[in-house]
């Protein structure tokens, strides 16, 4: 892994660097494996594949924040070692995924001898948040149709074809909802045209319309 992308990288000394490389270790997890469930594990790496990192409303329904592909960071997995950061957030792969992780002591160490480490997770925390704050907005502000759009559209990024093969039960999961109300929606999105339906997946009919919705306004 080319660990060089990372602003902090090469601003590292030699004896950091060769302490961070040293301290790393990789992980694999199979589609479906809890990647992290509050305990302290470090700072993930995502080497290859794809996590998804949500948190549990009340009732215990799932609500997505965000995903990670290739070459993103989870912060929340090393949360234990931020000063006065307590989150209910776990982390799920969503395909067969690889990370390279960094332990929480060495998370620790790096953070207080490098001030480029540091900044680098800084701003990681500060991106995080603000895609959990977009997330929120989403639930609060925009429509439960335009949502799904935007998802199924997100999905059709991920899987690089207009065949999904996702299952309503994960589109509500990502939505934060239940299952009945994605099949709903979802038919009345196929009685329009925009997609079709069959066992196991959705087909995306028509992208543009998709598009339009998911842009709408409340």
């Known amino acids: 892994m080319d660990f060089a992308k990372y602003s902090f990288y090469d601003k590292l000394t030699d004896k950091e660097r060769e302490f961070f ?4 270790r990789t992980r694999e997890f199979a589609a479906g494996q809890d990647v992290y469930r509050g305990d302290c594990a470090g700072l993930i790496f995502t080497r290859s594949g794809r996590l998804c990192a949500y948190t549990l409303s009340e009732t215990g329904r799932e609500i997505s924040l965000y995903r990670l592909t290739e070459g993103d960071v989870c912060l929340f997995s090393a949360s234990c070692a931020l000063e006065n950061a307590d989150f209910d957030v776990f982390v799920r792969a969503e395909t067969q995924t690889r990370v390279a992780l960094l332990p929480t002591d060495a998370f620790k ?26 997330v929120l907005d989403g639930v609060l502000n925009k429509k439960f149709d335009a949502r799904l759009a935007a998802l199924l559209l997100e999905e059709r990024k991920y899987a690089g ?4 093969k996702v299952t309503h039960e994960r589109l509500a999961a990502h939505l934060g909802t239940v299952r009945e109300a994605v099949s709903r929606m979802l038919k009345y999105f196929e009685g329009e045209g925009l997609i079709r339906i069959f066992r196991g997946g959705i087909d995306i009919a028509d992208v543009k319309a998709l598009e339009k919705l998911a842009n709408s306004e409340k």
């Open 161 to 164: 074809a207009d065949r999904l």
């Open 109 to 134: 160490k790096l953070s207080e001898s490098s001030l480029a480490f540091s900044t680098f997770v800084n701003a990681l925390t500060m991106r995080r948040f603000s895609d959990v704050m977009w």
């Open 21 to 24: 490389l040293a301290s790393l």
